[in-house]
């Protein structure tokens, strides 16, 4: 019955989700998987969440029901696996919402209190295959994040440290031998080979099994088109590109508008269509503040070429700041640096 409701869940069928997940509920009453659930069906509904959307407070609401059920669990019984799964699980879920937008003293307070819980799961993982997931992510970003993330360095004495090849050799043996966690494994894998480790024909296979598992997710599509992109397979990327494009929700529409000008100017070498598609991602994201910004970047990106080559440069110029500026990809950044020494 949680295979079902989470299969709803992630192929965007939240009607169905919610039946599926009342089913589960009259088994588990009060049980933390329910409320996951629940907080899950809400977060996808708007993919990518941030903490400005307009559902985040129910998503909020949610994960701190998982919390206190959570702890329930664990008062009962100590050291409780379910129990601390779940915690961890919600707690894991806003240190990463705070992180990404910058709230640094609200992550580093759900991040110790998710500390204790990685370090409980470590020794859970030869048991519960679901602790693959949480063990490979610590092992994984306990590294790599501070890294990519200098301002975090000096808190993170107070954390073991951690195996970036052994995160990632756990995180692929939880997208194998996970149930609860399998979906989301793929996710991040996908994610770290595409935005940390620059090896986007990795990222690819776990992007290709979720769009064929779960064909409705736009937000598969739109990463696996990412991949293809940083591939330069571009004749393959055009079907996907127009289902986006198709889609009643804003977001997807503005990421379809991207890869089409992506498309026209590195594969059709149309600049003057690829100016059009740019700038009409741009305006559909004025209405995003704190989403977006990588779709952005890129259309930024692409202007300051485009208008380069036309030999204007103070515009590029600002065009590749603006690009650095709200890019959280270091491949955009590292290109418009390029670009601006050259000008």
């Known amino acids: 019955m949680v295979e079902q409701a989470g299969y709803f869940i992630y192929n965007n069928e939240y009607e169905k989700a919610d039946s599926a997940i009342s089913n589960v509920a009259k088994v588990l009453p009060e049980h933390p998987i329910i409320y996951m659930m629940r907080a899950l069906n809400i977060a996808w509904k708007e993919m990518p969440i941030r903490t400005t959307s307009n559902v985040f407070p129910a998503h909020y609401e949610a994960l701190q029901k998982v919390i206190v059920a959570a702890e329930k ?10 129990g601390v799964f779940f915690e961890m699980s919600a707690r894991g879920l806003l240190t990463e919402y705070y992180a990404r937008e910058g709230n640094y003293l609200k992550a580093l307070g759900e991040a110790r209190r998710m500390y204790g819980l990685a370090r409980t799961g470590f020794d859970f993982v030869d048991d519960n295959s679901e602790f693959l997931f949480s063990t490979g992510l610590y092992n994984y970003f306990r590294e790599k994040y501070p890294e990519r993330h200098p301002i975090y360095k000096p808190f993170m004495w107070i954390f073991k440290s951690g195996d970036i090849d052994k995160g990632l050799v756990q ?9 609860l966690i399998k979906i989301e494994a793929h996710l991040y894998l996908a994610y770290i080979y595409l935005r940390y480790e ?15 598992e779960y064909p409705n997710n736009s937000y598969f599509k739109s990463k696996l088109i990412e991949c293809m992109v940083s591939q330069g397979d571009y004749e393959k990327v055009l079907p996907l590109v127009e289902d986006l494009q198709a889609k009643k929700d804003k977001y997807y529409v503005l990421c379809g508008e991207v890869y089409l000008g992506v498309y026209q100017e ?17 305006e559909i994201g004025q209405q995003y503040d704190n989403k977006g910004l990588y779709y952005k970047s890129i259309c930024l990106l692409g202007m300051g070429k485009i208008t380069e080559g036309r030999g204007n440069k103070s515009e590029a110029e600002g065009y590749y ?9 270091d491949q955009v950044t590292k290109e418009a640096k390029q670009r601006l020494k050259e000008l």
């Open 171 to 179: 995180l692929d043996q939880a997208t194998k031998m996970g149930k």
């Open 73 to 82: 669990l664990q008062e009962d019984s100590e050291n409780h696996q379910e």
């Open 266 to 282: 590195k594969y059709k070498k149309n600049n003057m269509l690829a100016a059009e598609h740019y700038k009409k991602a741009l």
């Open 198 to 212: 620059n090896k986007p024909y990795k990222a690819r296979q776990y992007l290709e099994n979720l769009v064929s």
């Open 321 to 329: 700041k603006e690009a650095m500026a709200i890019d959280d990809n």
